[in-house]
DNA sequence: ACGGTATCTACAACGATTGTTGAAAAACAA
DNA sequence: TTGTTTTTCAACAATCGTTGTAGATACCGT
């Protein structure tokens, strides 16, 4: 995602208007590495803005997801979350626990599907979600397993 | 995912009645590969039981889920998907355009996530859903373009 | 067949997201 | 600056997928 001076000047050469609301989402989402929720993203918006609703989030973050300027996620959290990190080619972590987001920042050249096994559909790109357990959900020192190789 | 026989005993082993709704989810199941949403198990059941609600789908779908007979999936289609193959271990194609999910049955045993890069995470297991489009919504005929290699 | 208990249907409620509306504020020109 | 046009805002209601509640019904061990 871009600073949000570009952002601002993003959305006005797109015809798009840039109000106080917006450039204080902009401001939120920037260096935002949680891949928060629209709920999310309004309370830390609130937290600045006492009025800003729920639905302009929604509004801006599509708008902003339309732009390529961030990533609509579903990672099965119940919530889409939203990645302002689209630069790096990467992959995502998802605690089981509590449902924290984090980038994963790899590329994995070896996903050929296998000749035939893809039943005629043309793929372009390929999602990985690795889900475990965050550090916060870790059991705490004594027990800690040693990393295992991850399944299918 | 068992026979609808084999479902009928298991679900009675484990403290469950087993009701006519029950086994008519269970044939409608038996060997779909469509991997349906709740609704379309439902149609599928109300073409040979007009009154069966979609309440008792989703319970069942539930049961047989904690049961491990069939997976719940969330591909991002906005509604939950179920898969009554639990047995080969497999990843998913999901269609951009119609939403349609199959299975794609491959391994990738070189999913090592680099050393650093897990950030503490304690990582169980991947999941890849291959985005691309199913026969169905290709281009037909003449501009079919060749498979390229899938990326981040 | 009987009775205890799980399950059924219908209906209402839920959380996440989207549509609608009159009011307010941004962009642009004069 | 001021006016004019057009977009966006906030509040509210509605929607979608899914889950909770209730009384009626059906399963299944005896």
Redesign the interface.
Known sequence: MRTPDELTERFRSTGRKVTAQRQCIFRVLQGDVTHPSAESVHALARSEMETISLKTVYQTLHDLAELGEIAA????TGMTRFDPNVDD???H?V??NCGRV?D?????P?????EG???????????????????EC?PTSSDR?T??????
Chains 1, 2 share one sequence.
């Open positions: 996620l579903d990672v099965g080619p990467h992959h972590l605690c089981r984090r994963l920042v790899a590329t994995f070896d996903l050929q599907i296998p096994a893809d039943l005629g559909f043309e793929v372009g790109s390929a999602e990985i979600v690795f889900r475990g357990l965050c550090p870790l397993r990393p295992s190789p991850v399944g299918p």
